[in-house]
């Protein structure tokens, strides 16, 4: 089965960091575009960050520039969302995703993936 698991989320305070993980069971992931996606109390499903197959190509949402980093590590079928100088605003579910990109190399919309994780929770707050 074709299978993604987040990993990383959890409580911290503003201005603290986490490191989300996102682990690919059951096809080659280093063929896939990921995106990460996260979904505030409230609120639709956001796009945060994406990184192609190859790593060479990354978006982020502007409000999280400069403070997240995406990577991937084919070797371990495994991408990364390094969260830094973490806000109350960046509480939510994150989700990563994951595609075969035909005409764009990654995106942030996320109905343009097929393959989703269940997510992990990240709380920021005081």
């Known amino acids: 089965q074709l299978q993604l698991v987040e990993s990383g989320g959890g409580l911290v305070q503003p201005g603290g960091s986490l490191r989300l993980s996102c682990a690919a069971s059951?096809?080659?992931?280093?063929?896939?575009?990921i995106g990460w996606f996260r979904q505030a109390p409230g609120k639709g499903r956001e796009g945060v960050s994406c990184?192609?197959?190859?790593?060479?190509?990354?978006s982020y949402v502007d409000s999280v520039k400069g403070r997240f980093t995406i990577s991937r590590d084919n070797a371990t079928n495994t991408v990364y969302l390094q969260m830094n100088s973490l806000k109350p605003e960046d509480t939510g579910v994150y989700y990563c995703?994951?595609?075969?990109?035909?005409?764009?190399?990654?995106?942030?919309?996320?109905?343009?993936?097929?393959?989703w994780g269940q997510g992990t929770q990240v709380t920021v707050s005081s």
């Open positions: 990184i192609s197959s190859r790593g060479g190509t990354t």
């Open positions: 059951g096809f080659t992931l280093d063929s896939y575009a």
């Open positions: 995703a994951a595609d075969l990109l035909l005409l764009r190399l990654c995106t942030l919309a996320h109905s343009e993936y097929d393959y």
